[in-house]
């Protein structure tokens, strides 16, 4: 965490460039949390 607020303060235009690769991880993470939820829960059930 402490390494991306040093290039965020020392190179503001990372962040830019690294938007795409930063929406495609939260894109898979939102994928990937559903069917895991949905497994536990309707294992919970039965």
Do not use: N, Y
Request: glycine letters at 14%.
């Amino acid at each position: 965490m402490m390494l991306g607020v040093i290039v965020g303060h020392a190179w503001p235009a990372a962040g830019a460039m690294l938007e795409p690769l930063g929406d495609a991880l939260v894109g898979l993470v939102r994928t990937t949390v559903a069917p895991i939820v949905f497994c536990t829960i309707a294992s919970g059930i039965t």
